[in-house]
């Protein structure tokens, strides 16, 4: 009996080689959830964080935080991105996610702007260089602080070292700050 060339390639395509073809279908979902999930945040963080709709439909986490007020627990929360993949805090926004807003009829945008610049500047070594913008959502004024993971082990607040943990800052102890430098120095040799 002869087999045509028809047969053999159905014969050496899809019944030997199906094994192969079911991994390549596994590993394409992978990669497109995959894919997804890095796009969604780590490219995020690098090009100026989340929208305010994004932050608001995901709430706090690792790198989001709302703030209804410029208070001392921002430099807490600039000082923990800064140390860790970066993140965006909306001010204007309380913690359950209600958009509140700015006081700007009594208060500037130069205001905000010169209160996150002194945190910045007078309480957080090396300085952090967040990027803000204003953002209008409802009528009401939130201010967008974006804070990128820069090159540096460490940045001080007020002389400790804070962390972001799921969706808090806390202080860092002793070992958390070693285990920090000895993978900043230990990544830059290898």
């Known amino acids: 009996m002869t087999v045509s060339f028809g047969q053999q390639l159905w014969q050496g395509l899809v019944v030997e080689m199906w094994p192969t073809w079911l991994m390549l279908g596994a590993l394409m979902a992978v990669a497109t959830v995959f894919g997804t999930w890095y796009r969604r945040n780590v490219l995020k963080i690098r090009e100026g964080g989340h929208s ?23 430099a807490k929360t600039i000082g923990a ?13 309380t913690d359950s996610g209600t958009v509140c807003g700015l006081p700007m009829e009594t208060k500037s945008r130069d205001f905000y702007l010169s209160q996150v610049s002194n945190i910045t500047r007078q309480r957080i070594d090396p ?7 204003f953002l209008e959502c409802d009528g009401k004024t939130v201010l967008k602080i974006w804070v990128p993971r820069t ?4 940045h001080f607040v007020d002389g400790a070292v804070y962390l972001r943990h799921i969706n808090s800052s806390s202080r860092a ?6 285990r920090i430098f000895r993978n900043h120095f230990t990544r830059d040799r290898g």
């Open 173 to 178: 102890g002793a070992a958390e700050v070693m």
């Open 127 to 133: 300085p952090a260089k967040p990027a803000c913008t």
């Open 52 to 74: 305010l709709e994004e932050a608001l439909a995901q709430g706090e986490c690792e790198t989001i935080e709302f703030k209804s007020e410029i208070s001392d627990s921002v």
């Open 81 to 93: 991105f800064a140390n860790g993949r970066g993140g965006t805090i909306f001010v204007g926004v």
């Open 151 to 154: 090159g540096d082990p460490v």
